[in-house]
């Protein structure tokens, strides 16, 4: 019989993250700190929504592009949170969830051997995305020492003619690094020289703890080049209604919806109606969950220094990604014999990328008492590797 697939398909790797998850499913009393979503429940106003929006009927299609109340509250977040304006007419449109819009924005843009200059680690989806969409991932590996931040120098000695799009993943998964306004000026100034543009994944953009998350799109010559991508599946716990948006340029924006229209129609209308609720009156539900993520950050950060575990001290999203090189380890091995020892799941850093190795990502969207519990199984067995 005639080979039925893709070759491209076929050479890209599961996702580490999975791998991993096959192993946690034939465990019982697991404690998991694995998972990237939210331990909070939607807010009840914004459920209450989407089943409102039911009982009256809202179960048609909506526009390709997403309701017209929502994708103006998205340009009138974006605008009270950023100081940017968007039309939403041409320049917004709502997806799938962020990683739809990742992909549709890289099959929008992208000719076939043109490249994608990705900063690893990070989130598992950027590389396939931008294989499928027939470019060349080109990965800059984030150091340590630099608190996992894209400097300015790495993304000029990435770019070559060939350079196309930078995907700029920051608050980061799976290391928590941020890049403040300084960073992003510099690297604007090496995107600007070459010409490149940039997808900017803020799906973790109200999940800061030292300062107010920056967008790139805030730093004069960037909101041009760039494509925003965000949703609500962090900020506002809300990973099953699937949802998310794009930001950019009419020229990108028109052609992603192209994409969008074939292979989607529409995002969910249930979702897009509790979406509207979640961006008028969900201030309040993003500040108590930002301070109940922060106290566990802060509490993981002092566990780790009491069990002298180095970890630099990360400002973003829900993470921290601790280093166990001096175990001898690999992320993978050390990973699955805590799972099997203490009963508690963490993930490899090399799920993110092979510059990943030597590090682990531990997720504090569980309840402290889980942290916890987890922390003290992690205390103990580190001190069991060190005898």
């Given amino acids: ?110 000719n076939p051997g043109e490249e994608v200059l990705i900063p690893q680690p990070s989130y598992v989806s950027y590389e396939p995305c931008a294989i499928l969409a027939g470019g060349v991932p080109v990965i800059i590996e984030l150091k340590a020492e630099n608190e996992f931040r894209l400097t300015a120098q790495e993304l000029e000695d990435a770019i070559t003619d060939k350079t196309k799009i930078l995907i700029l993943p920051f608050p980061n998964n799976p290391t928590g690094a941020i890049m403040e306004r300084k960073d992003l000026e510099a690297i604007a100034e090496v995107i600007i020289k070459h010409d490149i543009f940039v997808i900017s994944d803020e799906i973790y953009s109200e999940l800061t703890y030292k300062e107010k998350h ?71 539900d993003v500040d108590e969950m930002r301070e109940a993520y922060n106290q566990r950050r802060r509490y ?46 963490v993930v490899p850093g090399t799920a993110f990328g092979d510059c990943g190795e030597g590090f682990l990502r531990i997720s504090y969207a569980a309840s402290m008492e889980n942290i916890k519990t987890a922390m003290k199984r992690l205390s103990e067995f580190i001190e069991r590797l060190r005898n």
């Avoid at 990973?239 to 028109?254: K, Q, S, V």
């Avoid at 969008?260 to 109606?273: D, L, N, R, V």
């Avoid at 009491?306 to 400002?315: A, K, S, T, W, Y």
């Avoid at 999203?317 to 799941?345: H, N, R």
Wanted: aromatic share 12%.
């Fill in 300 to 345: 993981l950060m002092h566990a780790f220094k009491e069990m002298g575990l180095e970890c630099f001290e990360p400002f973003g999203a829900f993470y921290v990604f601790p280093c166990i090189k001096e175990f001898g380890m690999t992320s993978d091995e050390f990973a699955v014999k805590f799972l099997q020892e203490e009963k508690v799941a």
């Fill in 1 to 110: 019989m005639r080979n039925p697939l893709a070759d491209k398909v076929v050479e890209i790797k599961p996702s580490g993250i999975r791998k991993f998850f096959d192993i946690v499913s034939e465990m019982d009393d697991v404690i998991s700190l694995s998972i990237g979503e939210p331990d909070f429940d939607t807010p009840w106003h914004i459920r209450d929504e989407g089943i409102y929006s039911l009982e009256k009927g809202r179960t048609f299609y909506t526009s390709n592009a997403g309701l017209k109340e929502l994708k103006e509250e998205i340009c009138h977040y974006l605008k009270r949170k950023h100081g940017v304006e968007y039309n939403p007419k041409n320049e917004v449109f709502v997806t799938v969830g962020g990683s739809e819009g990742i992909d549709a924005a890289l099959r929008a843009m992208l």
């Fill in 214 to 284: 920056v967008s790139i799109v805030e730093i004069p010559g960037m909101m041009e080049r760039t494509i925003l991508i965000n949703g609500f599946s962090k900020a506002y716990a809300m990973t099953g209604w699937r949802l998310g948006y794009a930001c950019g340029p009419e020229a990108i924006i028109t052609q992603m919806l192209k994409i969008h229209q074939f292979a989607i129609m529409c995002a969910p209308t249930t979702s897009q109606y509790a979406a509207v609720e979640a961006l008028r009156n969900g201030d309040d």
